[in-house]
Each structure stands twice: as structure tokens, then as C-alpha cells.
């Protein structure tokens, strides 16, 4: 993506850049205004919602207790980091789970289906309802195949709009490695979705 | 506010190709983000509310650190005082006690009734009780 700024670039069309969103008075509002697109990020990670609301959950759970007393604009970069590690460890977890099934060799055995916690391939909801719910699949599919730093620095940078610093935080890194992880997603998300041309 | 640094590209440049692809997702994400079934955003809300009611975990750092702190120093005065003292009143104990191990029964007991055998001596004796009698 050569030194190309995305946020510029996408600047007239109001996308990927910093959203201009009231600080929320309250963490019950903050919570009630992102929680939302909180569940579409952990479900597009998890690809499972029952999953992804534990995940919601869990963030908010953690927020509340330990930085209730943080100011309000560190609530997004610390939810968003919370979520992340949340999200992160639960991939960890159904993998290991998912290696032990195979040792033990039970699934597929006696034609029943792979393990429960296997990514279901359509997300179930009424977004899909919508014009674009094959696209949302497809862009749901596409960056779930991503590698995990790729993944999330699109989701916080691009989906989420957080800016570079914030994701940064989010990510636990510095805002060059954001910028490269979001740069290789993008070309690999470009090539992937060949299609949206 | 910043140029559109795309707008003059050619529709298959990369940039332009992604940049169009991220407003496309970012689109489709907040669709999707506004379009959430009924039952789920029931959940939400629990979830939220369970986590709102949840009580804030104390941090405990700053009571305990003075408290720890407070104890060593305690602790560290005792150390030091208590040599300071043991000499004085140790030997008077230790003596005490050496005398009363060696003693036989009789005196144990004269040892632990002090008071009385102190009031007994000072009265006075039979002979001179019944002389005083005698002189009245």
C-alpha cells in the first residue's frame, strides 16, 4: 500500500478514519453504544455467537471491574484490547480442544458433524436478510482466513475506525506495526475479494 | 480537511482498490452492526447489565503496602528493643527461679505465701504473750 495513508484516503467518504463520537458520560453508555459492533468483531473472530457474546460479555465484565475509574477516552482502546485478548485466547482454547478431539479421533467417525465449536460457515442473523448479507459472508470469511494480527488490526482500524494510536494500544504495539499488519491485510483482503471489483 | 488523494486514480490502481474495498467493508460492517437479531441483543443487554452490577474489584495495593510496611517497622523495633531490655530483668527471673527449684516443699510454699509469714513474725511471741498477761 506504498506510504499511502488510509484514513486520507478514505477521508471524503467518511470511512476509516477516527469517528467523531461523543465521549459517553457514562461506561453504561459506553457499553450500551459499542456493544453491537463488539459482538459483529468477536463473531467475525469466532465465527460462532454464542461464543462471540461470552467473549462481549466477559470484555465488559473486565472493563467495568478493573477501569470504571479510567477516564472516558480510554474506555474504547482498553475495551477493544480486552475483547482482543478475549477473542484471542478462545481461538487458543478451541484449538487445543479441536487437537484433542483429533487424537481421540470421535468425530466424523459415526457420520455425525465436526465438533460444535467448528466456525460455522453462514452467520446466522437477519443482517444476512439485507442486500449485502452475501458480501458481509464473504468479507466474514475472507478476514477470518487471516492471520491473527492482520485480522485484528483491520477489524479495530478499518471496521471498528479506531486511529492508528488507539489501535495501537488495543493491539499492544507500536503504530508502525499497525500500519504493516493493516497493509498486508489489505493486499491480502484485496486479492481475496477479487469479486467486489 | 484532507484531499481525496484517490479520487484522480485509475479505478484498477491498488490504492483505489483498496480503498474502496475498506469503505465497502466498513459499510458492510456497521450494517451489519445495526442489524442484529432481537434475541441476541436481549443477551447483550444482559450482558451488559450483569456486568454493570457486578461490584468493582478493590484494589488493594495501596491499604496493603502500608500495612506490610507498618508491620516490618514493628517488627524490626522489637528486634532492636528487645535486647536492650533482656538484660536487666532476665538474671532476676532465672534467680527466682533456680532458688525455688532448689527448695524443698515447705519452703516452696513459705516462698508463695510471703504475706503471711511476714505478718506471723511480727506478732508476738507465746513467752512474752503470757508474760505481758502475768505483769497485768
Redesign the interface.
Known amino acids: 500500500?506504498?506510504d499511502?495513508?488510509?484514513a486520507?484516503?478514505?477521508?471524503?467518504?467518511g470511512?476509516?478514519v477516527p469517528r467523531a463520537v461523543e465521549l459517553p458520560a457514562t461506561?453504561?453508555a459506553f457499553?450500551?453504544q459499542v456493544?453491537?459492533?463488539a459482538?459483529?468483531v468477536a463473531e467475525m473472530g469466532l465465527g460462532n455467537?454464542d461464543d462471540a457474546?461470552d467473549a462481549?460479555?466477559d470484555a465488559?465484565?473486565r472493563?467495568?471491574?478493573?477501569y470504571?475509574q479510567h477516564p472516558a477516552q480510554e474506555w474504547s482502546p482498553l475495551f477493544w484490547g480486552i475483547l482482543r485478548r478475549r477473542i484471542t485466547d478462545l481461538q487458543r482454547r478451541r484449538k487445543v480442544r479441536s487437537i484433542v478431539v483429533g487424537w481421540l479421533g470421535t468425530a466424523g467417525e459415526d457420520g455425525e458433524d465436526g465438533p460444535v465449536w467448528e466456525p460455522a460457515d453462514a452467520l446466522a442473523?437477519?443482517?444476512r436478510?439485507?442486500a449485502?448479507r452475501a458480501?458481509?459472508a464473504d468479507?466474514s470469511r475472507a478476514v477470518r482466513a487471516l492471520p491473527r494480527r492482520q485480522r485484528e488490526a483491520?477489524m479495530l482500524r478499518?471496521?471498528e475506525?479506531l486511529d492508528v494510536a488507539a489501535t495501537a494500544q488495543a493491539m499492544g504495539c507500536s503504530d508502525g506495526s499497525v500500519k504493516t499488519h493493516l497493509s498486508r491485510a489489505?493486499?491480502a483482503?484485496?486479492h481475496k475479494?477479487e469479486d467486489?471489483? | 480537511?484532507?484531499p481525496?488523494?484517490?479520487?484522480d486514480l485509475d479505478k484498477?490502481h491498488?490504492?483505489r482498490?483498496?480503498?474502496?474495498?475498506?469503505?465497502?467493508?466498513?459499510?458492510?460492517?456497521g450494517?451489519?452492526?445495526?442489524?442484529?437479531?432481537g434475541d441476541?441483543?436481549r443477551?447483550?443487554?444482559a450482558?451488559?447489565v450483569?456486568?454493570?452490577g457486578?461490584p468493582?474489584?478493590r484494589n488493594l495495593l495501596p491499604v496493603l503496602v502500608p500495612a506490610g510496611a507498618l508491620a516490618a517497622a514493628a517488627l524490626a523495633l522489637a528486634v532492636v528493643w528487645h535486647p536492650l531490655r533482656a538484660p536487666g530483668s532476665a538474671p532476676a527471673v532465672a534467680g527466682t527461679g533456680a532458688l525455688l527449684a532448689s527448695a524443698n516443699s515447705s519452703e516452696v510454699d513459705m516462698a508463695q505465701n510471703l504475706d503471711f509469714y511476714g505478718w506471723l513474725a511480727s506478732q508476738p511471741q507465746p513467752a512474752q504473750a503470757a508474760q505481758a498477761t502475768s505483769v497485768q
Open positions: 500500500m506504498d499511502m495513508n488510509l486520507a484516503a478514505l477521508h471524503p467518504e470511512l476509516a461506561m453504561e457499553l450500551a456493544q453491537r459492533r459482538f459483529r455467537a457474546l462481549v460479555q465488559m465484565l472493563l467495568h471491574q478493573h470504571r442473523d437477519p443482517a436478510a439485507i449485502g458480501a458481509y468479507l483491520f478499518v471496521l475506525g489489505m493486499e483482503l484485496r475479494l467486489w471489483r | 480537511m484532507k481525496d488523494t484517490t479520487a484498477n491498488p490504492r482498490t483498496e480503498a474502496d474495498l475498506a469503505a465497502r467493508a466498513h459499510a458492510l460492517f450494517s451489519a452492526s445495526e442489524h442484529i437479531d441476541t441483543l443477551r447483550l443487554r450482558a451488559r450483569t456486568a454493570l457486578t468493582r474489584r
